[in-house]
């Protein structure tokens, strides 16, 4: 279950690095060209953050995974809410658009967080630490 965890967490970080690529790439290469991209993409990952959520909730009921690791990961999937939102309420810029961005950072910083923990002995819970 832990190591289903650290790869979803793995996973759900490379696709928000993706997406941070592709919009780059939008903005500054191809003419919006990949934005449609960003967008749907940003859907497959909040899909994958609602699995890792899940993972982490039932590894943390057998005790194969922290409260942090469980905080998380529910955290990621609300800030990926609140990401999707301010994306397409961005369209027009404003408020939402420039909100977005830094969403888009502490995520990134959330993510390999959470996946730096799951390389820790103290991602299990207490009684089943050697
Ligand atoms: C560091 C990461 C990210 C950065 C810097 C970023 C930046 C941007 C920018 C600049 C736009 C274009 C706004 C415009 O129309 O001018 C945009 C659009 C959008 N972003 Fe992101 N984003 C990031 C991560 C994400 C993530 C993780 C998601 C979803 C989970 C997401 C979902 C969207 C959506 C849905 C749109 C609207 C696409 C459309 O108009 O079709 N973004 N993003």
Known sequence: MTTGVRWLAIVTAALVLIQALLIGQALYVNQMATLGTHGWLGNVTFAVAVILTVVAFLAFRRGEASA??????????????????????????????????PNGVLLTGLLFALVAITFWPAMKSPSLRS
Do not use: C, E, F, N
């Open 68 to 101: 942090a690791v469980l905080g998380m990961s529910a955290l990621t999937t609300l800030l990926l809410i609140a990401q999707l939102g301010l994306g397409y309420a961005g369209r027009k810029g404003g408020i939402p658009a420039a909100l977005h961005i």
